[in-house]
């Protein structure tokens, strides 16, 4: 499996487990450096909060 299959089926697991507990969002909690807020910055319906340090996807 390439890397970014494995990105969206990591993705999207995460966001059917969000669905299923009844979350509105998927959150990265404290990236630990930049790379990684840039990684998921970079996927689709992906933001960053600076004021609080998470990314997140509404889902």
Excluded at 31 to 57: G, L
Aim: charged fraction near 20%; glycine fraction near 4%.
């Amino acid at each position: 499996m390439t890397a970014s299959l494995k990105d969206f089926a990591t993705i999207a697991a995460g966001a059917a487990y969000a669905k299923a507990i009844g979350a509105t969002q998927l959150r990265i909690m404290s990236p630990v450096n930049d790379t990684v807020k840039a990684h998921y910055f970079s996927k689709p319906d992906f933001k960053y909060n600076s004021r609080d340090n998470f990314c997140f996807m509404d889902v």
